[in-house]
């Protein structure tokens, strides 16, 4: 069972900027999945440890406005092949 | 991290698909090794509108038709369909307008680049280096910050505009009223095509597939660069195999530089040609396929471009900017240098300097 948070936008621009925010925690670039809808093509995976500390350096350092990125918390289950994705929400700042 | 070994299956299975489609079409009456060709039919489709006079090119492309139609109904039918637009209109008209200025200089986009490679015209690799050369500048300022600002939310009918004027166009390509264009018999490649409804069947399943896939020939130059992503391009290379095996079957290859069907071999000028497409293209997010595809989506920035393709292919034919098969004009290679200047300056204006 696999289970991560994913980052998706609405165009590479955005996805770099996110990235180049986003990378130094260890986030990886992955390409969207299909069960996503359309987008720019490019999404950064976060793994649920990173979670929180990802999602505050994400909304501390990046300028993206909330049209621009969508959230999803996605677990996977290869050995059945189901995919259980919904939208996230970040976590609330204090 | 790498897309799934099944992604990659969909994505080759769709290009073997398209490529065998694009092929075919000119067995039945497309322009040799122009089974599609945005930046073609774009321009054909203005002259069918009287948007330009070149008769040799007037002729409304079902294949745009089709294309933007068959991404708009498979968008809709995954529910994917989402009105946006507002993310400076005006910069992308003037980027798409010298993207076509430089389509025209290679005489095609860069899907035909890829057909004119299947089709053993060579000087379709010397534009695919100056493809990827413009692509990699483009990544430059993208890395830098490049950006042209947030999409915002539009309502249905913004996003509908552009397939409901589609469908118009088709009605005028069927009725054939006395102010539609039509290229005569022998004129040029705007007479060589094939039936309509094989055209317009061709593009609704090339659009359809390419939403599917999010195909974008741009896209996969870029994302392997950007992020070692290699998927679209796998997509390209599939067309690229399955249009060269058809085209093999059907007697349509012949390698070389010269004596090549609507092209020229002037290295410098279809190198300079596709820099200018694969620059702009980048800055603009997507190839014109990919341009079409997205208004079918319901993106009113992508309409925008695929007008200010048109507007570009019109002011190409108005005024000898167009490339023809015995080369490129002396006009159109200063609007080629032009462009590349004025798309130098749109990328530096819009790009955030880093903070130190």
Same mark, same amino acid.
């Given at each position: 069972?696999?289970?991560?948070?994913?980052?998706?936008?609405?165009?590479?621009?955005? %996805?770099?900027?996110?990235?180049?925010?986003?990378?130094?925690?260890?986030?990886?670039?992955?390409?969207?999945?299909?069960?996503?809808? %359309?987008?720019?093509?490019?999404?950064?995976?976060?793994?649920?440890?990173?979670?929180?500390? %990802?999602?505050?350096?994400?909304?501390?350092?990046?300028?993206? %406005?909330?049209?621009?990125?969508?959230?999803?918390?996605i677990k996977s289950d290869k050995a059945k092949g189901e995919i259980f994705c919904e939208p996230a929400e970040m976590l609330q700042a204090i | 991290m790498t897309s799934t070994k099944k992604d990659k299956l969909i994505i080759i299975i769709a290009?073997?698909?398209?490529? #065998? &489609?694009?092929?075919?079409?000119?067995?039945?009456?497309?322009?040799?090794?122009?089974?599609? !060709?945005?930046?073609?039919?774009?321009?054909?489709?203005?002259?069918?509108?009287?948007?330009?006079?070149?008769?040799?090119?007037?002729?409304?492309?079902?294949?745009?038709?089709?294309?933007?139609?068959?991404?708009?109904?498979?968008?809709?039918?995954?529910?994917?369909?989402?009105?946006?637009?507002?993310?400076?209109?005006?910069?992308?008209? #003037?980027?798409?307008?010298?993207? /076509?200025?430089? !389509?025209?200089?290679?005489?095609?986009?860069?899907?035909?680049?890829?057909?004119?490679?299947?089709?053993?015209?060579?000087?379709?690799?010397?534009?695919?280096v100056g493809f990827v050369a413009g692509i990699l500048v483009g990544v430059v300022f993208l890395k830098n910050g490049f950006s042209l600002k947030r999409t915002y939310k539009m309502n249905t009918g913004e996003g509908l505009a552009l397939p409901i004027i589609e469908v118009i166009i088709f009605a005028l390509l069927l009725a054939a009223p006395a102010f539609i264009f039509f290229?005569?018999?022998?004129?040029?490649?705007?007479?060589?095509?094939?039936?309509?409804?094989?055209? @317009?069947?061709?593009?609704?399943?090339?659009?359809?597939?390419?939403?599917?896939?999010?195909?974008?020939?741009?896209?996969?130059?870029?994302?392997?660069?950007?992020?070692?992503?290699?998927?679209? @391009?796998?997509?390209?290379?599939? &067309?690229?195999?399955?249009?060269?095996?058809?085209?093999?079957?059907?007697?349509?290859?012949?390698?070389?530089?010269?004596?090549?069907?609507?092209?020229?071999?002037?290295?410098?000028?279809?190198?300079?040609?596709?820099?200018?497409?694969?620059?702009?293209?980048?800055?603009? $997010?997507? !190839?014109?396929?990919?341009?079409?595809?997205?208004?079918?989506?319901?993106?009113?920035?992508?309409?925008?471009?695929?007008? $200010?393709? /048109?507007?570009?292919?019109?002011? !190409?034919?108005?005024? $000898?900017?167009?490339?023809?098969?015995?080369?490129?004009?002396?006009?159109?290679?200063?609007?080629? &240098?032009?462009?590349?200047?004025?798309?130098?300056?749109?990328?530096?204006?819009?790009?955030?300097?880093?903070?130190?």
């Amino acid at each position: 069972m696999e289970e991560y948070y994913l980052l998706t936008f609405s165009s590479t621009h955005c %996805a770099i900027a996110a990235d180049n925010i986003l990378k130094q925690l260890g986030c990886t670039i992955m390409p969207v999945p299909r069960f996503i809808s %359309a987008s720019c093509g490019i999404s950064i995976r976060i793994k649920p440890e990173q979670r929180e500390q %990802a999602e505050a350096e994400f909304k501390a350092k990046s300028k993206l %406005a909330e049209t621009e990125y969508s959230y999803y918390h996605i677990k996977s289950d290869k050995a059945k092949g189901e995919i259980f994705c919904e939208p996230a929400e970040m976590l609330q700042a204090i | 991290m790498t897309s799934t070994k099944k992604d990659k299956l969909i994505i080759i299975i769709a290009g073997l698909v398209i490529g #065998v &489609i694009a092929a075919s079409l000119v067995l039945f009456g497309n322009p040799k090794n122009m089974g599609f !060709c945005i930046a073609c039919f774009l321009r054909d489709t203005a002259g069918g509108l009287g948007l330009h006079r070149a008769a040799p090119v007037q002729y409304i492309r079902p294949e745009i038709i089709g294309i933007v139609l068959g991404a708009m109904l498979c968008a809709f039918a995954k529910k994917e369909f989402s009105p946006r637009g507002g993310s400076a209109p005006m910069t992308r008209f #003037v980027l798409a307008f010298f993207a /076509m200025v430089g !389509c025209l200089m290679f005489l095609g986009c860069p899907f035909r680049m890829i057909l004119r490679l299947a089709g053993g015209d060579l000087n379709a690799l010397v534009g695919f280096v100056g493809f990827v050369a413009g692509i990699l500048v483009g990544v430059v300022f993208l890395k830098n910050g490049f950006s042209l600002k947030r999409t915002y939310k539009m309502n249905t009918g913004e996003g509908l505009a552009l397939p409901i004027i589609e469908v118009i166009i088709f009605a005028l390509l069927l009725a054939a009223p006395a102010f539609i264009f039509f290229s005569e018999e022998g004129a040029g490649p705007g007479a060589m095509h094939a039936n309509v409804w094989i055209s @317009l069947f061709a593009g609704l399943v090339v659009g359809a597939l390419a939403q599917r896939t999010r195909l974008c020939m741009v896209g996969g130059i870029r994302d392997v660069v950007l992020f070692k992503e290699s998927r679209l @391009l796998l997509g390209f290379a599939a &067309i690229l195999v399955a249009a060269f095996v058809t085209n093999l079957v059907l007697g349509f290859v012949n390698f070389g530089f010269t004596e090549q069907p609507v092209a020229f071999n002037d290295g410098l000028w279809n190198f300079l040609g596709l820099f200018l497409v694969g620059f702009a293209c980048c800055l603009l $997010g997507g !190839c014109p396929l990919r341009q079409l595809v997205m208004s079918g989506e319901g993106n009113t920035d992508s309409a925008i471009v695929v007008i $200010g393709l /048109m507007v570009g292919a019109a002011f !190409c034919h108005n005024f $000898g900017l167009a490339s023809s098969g015995e080369g490129p004009t002396a006009a159109g290679k200063i609007a080629v &240098i032009i462009g590349i200047v004025v798309v130098a300056v749109i990328g530096a204006i819009n790009t955030a300097r880093k903070e130190a």
